[in-house]
């Protein structure tokens, strides 16, 4: 599945993880409900739709989506063989580029939304990982997605999403390895701040 389209087909959908209705309960997926009670009522919040309250909302996104993801195992799947490689600084500055570039993301599908629904269907974990299953549905189509976590400090959070089998994580992973092997480091970076200030 080509890039564009497949993280076009995961943010259409897995963005619906802040506006279900169904809940499978479990320790995971009940963290990442009070994540998305929170969105909900930020994005719903008509007082922050005023243009001089946008960078408050944003603040307050990327806040409660910080609560649910794990940037760091993020970037160290995305970068694969390549994170041992890095400096810690280097480490510390892809992560939070990364993780910017995907709530950036997130945030530009929040203005998006029209009711699709995201129903759980099981959690399943086994020591520190596991696995939560849902179905995104929209116009009568059924989306398979799987949100892998991991427990860090007893608390879990989701380090990648799989949508219809394919990996987001994987993906990046891809066009990573590629702009690594032919530019280096430094222009990975120059493309990541480059699609964030776009």
């Known amino acids: 599945?080509?890039?564009k389209k497949f993280f076009g087909l995961l943010m259409a959908f897995s963005i619906f993880i802040f506006f279900t209705c169904a809940v499978q309960a479990g320790e995971a997926t009940d963290r990442i409900k009070a994540a998305t009670d929170k969105l909900v009522e930020i994005i719903t919040?008509?007082?922050?739709?005023?243009?001089?309250?946008?960078?408050?909302?944003?603040?307050?996104?990327?806040?409660?989506?910080d609560q649910v993801f794990n940037w760091s195992a993020f970037s160290q799947r995305a970068l694969g063989r390549h994170w041992r490689k890095l400096s810690q600084k280097e480490k510390d500055e892809f992560t939070f580029l990364f993780g910017q570039l995907i709530e950036q993301t997130y945030m530009d599908k929040t203005r998006q939304y029209s009711g699709e629904k995201l129903n759980f269907i099981r959690e399943e974990t086994e020591g520190k990982y596991g696995v939560v299953d849902a179905?995104?549905?929209k116009g009568g189509a059924n989306i398979a997605i799987q949100f892998r976590i991991m427990k860090v400090n007893e608390k879990w959070y989701i380090y990648d999403v799989y949508v219809e089998g394919v990996s987001l994580v994987n993906n990046y992973r891809v066009q990573?390895?590629?702009?690594?092997i032919k530019s280096g480091y430094n222009e990975l970076l120059d493309k990541l701040k480059s699609k964030l200030n776009s």
Do not use: Q
Not at 45 to 65: F, G, K, N, W
Not at 176 to 180: A, H, K, R, T, V
């Open 135 to 137: 179905e995104g549905i």
């Open 176 to 180: 990573f390895n590629n702009i690594l």
């Open 45 to 65: 919040d008509h007082d922050l739709d005023a243009p001089d309250m946008a960078e408050t909302r944003a603040h307050m996104i990327r806040e409660t989506v």
């Open 1 to 3: 599945m080509k890039m």
